[in-house]
């Protein structure tokens, strides 16, 4: 809370390169320029201006009422194909079933919703269907992670040991031969390509759609503004690292504790039956934690045990005390 809260300002994105920097690095690569790069209190260059513009207009976005209705509404439509999917698996024709990756199932569901809910796009991955978006998207997260890791020991060895141009704080020549010697950073920049290419087609075809003004997907909200294409490509793209992934990972965790500890799942399904029985409609205010408490219960503790994001790199650019009285200095 001190950090992320209290005293945010302070606390941001790193920009030397050290032995953990790769990670963000390479993220950079694959987002280019959005909320999640871009630096902000103290040590961004143009007094907090371009974080601060993201920030207020994505909040008022995700506040609006029909955005959010949308949202409801997409995410119970995909949650039913998702359930026929696997009711399928489980009875096949000879009355057996078969082995299911729910990790799978659970993120070509939060998939499928995101495009719908970002990008107005229909598309069906959890019955199988290819999406050409979606795969450049999981292979160019994976080849960053990946990459970044490889890379550790030559980002320590070009900040500590390398001058400049060979080394250096910015990496210098040693960091660009490596990148352009490793298959997987070569990857990872085809897939970024493709990104761009399917993002410039879904604007182009919100733009020429003649029911612009009444479309309300993030990315017809955010051009209804006036913002740029090129900004709102990356912007969407970092939404997508944040509701996709993190959604996914939830309930991939959260089905693992379920299969571990057999009573709370018996305990989760009486509540489910008795308040939302088959049939029953669903809406936000029906999945409420005034309403489903124990369903509540069972997703803060699987976020407690298993946070779909467990570390947020961040760098001090003023002295600091934290609450405990530990020094913090500046980077």
Known sequence: RHILKDEFNKYTKPDTITTLDPFFYYLKVFLGSGIFVVKHGVASSDENQEWAKMRKVSAQIFNRKNFNNMMQDVFIEKALVLRRFLEKKFVDKNGGGSCVDLQACFFNFTFDSIMRIFFGEDVNTAEGERNKYGKAFDDAQVASRLHGVDSIGLFFTCSTFLPWPLGGEHGGLALRIWDY???????????????????????????????????????????????????????????????????????????????????????????????????????????????????????????????????????????????????????
């Open 181 to 331: 010697l490793c298959p997987r950073y070569r990857h990872l920049k085809a897939c970024t390509k493709v990104l761009d290419i399917e993002s410039n087609r879904l604007v182009k075809k919100c733009l020429e759609d003649p029911k612009f003004s009444e479309r309300r997907d993030l990315l017809a909200l955010f051009l209804q503004a006036k913002f740029s294409p090129d900004f709102v490509k990356q912007m969407v793209l970092h939404f997508i690292i944040a509701g996709r992934d993190t959604t996914a990972c939830l309930l991939s965790w959260m089905f693992y504790e379920l299969c571990r500890n057999q009573d709370v799942q018996l305990q989760l399904h009486e509540e489910i039956m008795m308040k939302l029985p088959p049939g029953t409609p669903m809406d936000w205010k029906s999945l409420s934690a005034g309403e489903m408490p124990y369903l509540n219960g069972v997703i803060y503790e699987a976020l407690r045990l298993w946070p779909p994001v467990p570390f947020d790199l961040k760098m001090a650019f003023e002295d600091d005390v934290l609450p405990g009285g530990w020094k913090v200095p500046k980077m």
